[in-house]
């Protein structure tokens, strides 16, 4: 697996590619070698690493900073997820930035009847953040719910703010 780190204003992100593609995301690092250790240890392999601006860590900072929502071309490794998770993750995707959605319409749009906890699980395993933006998923009450396993966590809102701002008429 390959680690490509970035730093962007006082904030190292990074992204583990396996075999090119995406296999996990994570920002706000206080050190090159906090990035490189973290990533390591999700890799649970022999790791590359590569000091360098990426499309994937751009659109992670423009999402983060509320200033770009725009997504390169990605390729996913879905390892490890079953066809029904793969299917809620890639529905999560064409939730524009700006809007929400609840855990049980996105489960009703993939077809799985009654399934806002399941989507909530999903949500937990979610290793794609802010690529796959889980802070666009509340309660069907409008409630923010759970991010980062805390529920009402002020970076959700954070980030749900942003977006909103951005794109208000």
Sequence with gaps: MKVVISKKDDTWLGILLNEGKLYYTSS??????DAVSYLSKVAKEEIEVEETDHPIIEAMNGIN????????????????????????????LKV?????????????????????RFVGNVMMKNRFGPIVPCHRVILSSGRLGKFAGRANHPRKKQLLTQEKAQFRD
């Design 28 to 33: 706000s690092f206080k050190t090159k070698g």
């Design 96 to 116: 524009p930035a700006g809007e929400v959605v609840s855990y049980g319409e996105l489960a009703k749009r993939v077809g799985i009847s009654g399934g806002a």
């Design 65 to 92: 900073k509320g200033t770009s929502f725009d997504l390169p071309e990605i390729e996913f490794d879905f390892s490890g997820f079953t066809k029904k998770e793969i299917a809620v993750l890639k529905e999560l």
